[in-house]
């Protein structure tokens, strides 16, 4: 994990366009697991892609992130409670909220047994974690291959880019030899058209402007020249899982 955030400083102004927003029927099975809570810590808040529709639905977040410009765009859209942090070292107090959550967070840290129990410590009702489909996944080369290719074609034109952090795949079983969850609830739905998903990878590799605009035009028109979409590749299936845990269970695993 980049542990000074830096990495995210730099795709801040463009995260949001690159991660499709949560669904209706996520919403409503994250608040179904958060019921009976108030107060809501989202451990990684980002730019607030859950924190703010959880506000909407009359929860108290406040959010922990290491990112100041993610935070940025948090504040911007009204998130206010907003601490910088380590999850992995949560400046709270014990049972100081009723929930934590985290989202796209577990896949920056190599070891989840540092941080499920540290979530746990904090919270006195529920912790709800997140998990994407591709942690479950076979890994595949196309995403680092273009990565790196896209890094090559921006060095030819005169701009030498960071690598990106290492990617983690924990597993539901990997998690849940941690704790066994109290639940977990799976969220299926379409794949987006494979040219939509490419289109949002683009940004996301465009980042935080470290390429002029016509630069990143370039890379992206040598890329597609070069490597045809493959729907195989592109149309994967958005199923998600919430897995949820008692919070005195991740306590006693630590």
Known sequence: MRRDGVEFDQIAPVYDE??????????????????????????????????????????????????????????????????????????????????????????LLPDPRRVLPELGRVARQVVVIQLPEWCERKPTKVGRELRERYRELARELGYTLPARGKRYRHTLEELSSIAPPKAIRVISGPPPAPEERLARWETYAFGGGRVPPEVHAEIVRRLRAERPIDPSVWSRSREVRFVAWDPRDLVAAA
């Open 18 to 107: 690159t991660r499709r927003p949560p669904s209706e029927e996520e919403l409503q099975t994250l608040v179904g697991l958060l019921s009976g809570c108030r107060t809501v810590l989202d451990a990684g808040v980002g730019t607030g892609r859950f924190a703010l529709p959880l506000r909407a639905h009359h929860f108290e977040v406040v959010g922990i992130d290491l990112s100041l410009g993610m935070m940025r765009r948090a504040r911007a859209k009204g998130i206010a409670a907003l601490v910088r942090g380590d999850v992995r070292r949560l400046p709270f107090s014990d049972q100081g909220v009723d929930a934590a959550f985290m989202a796209h967070v577990l896949q």
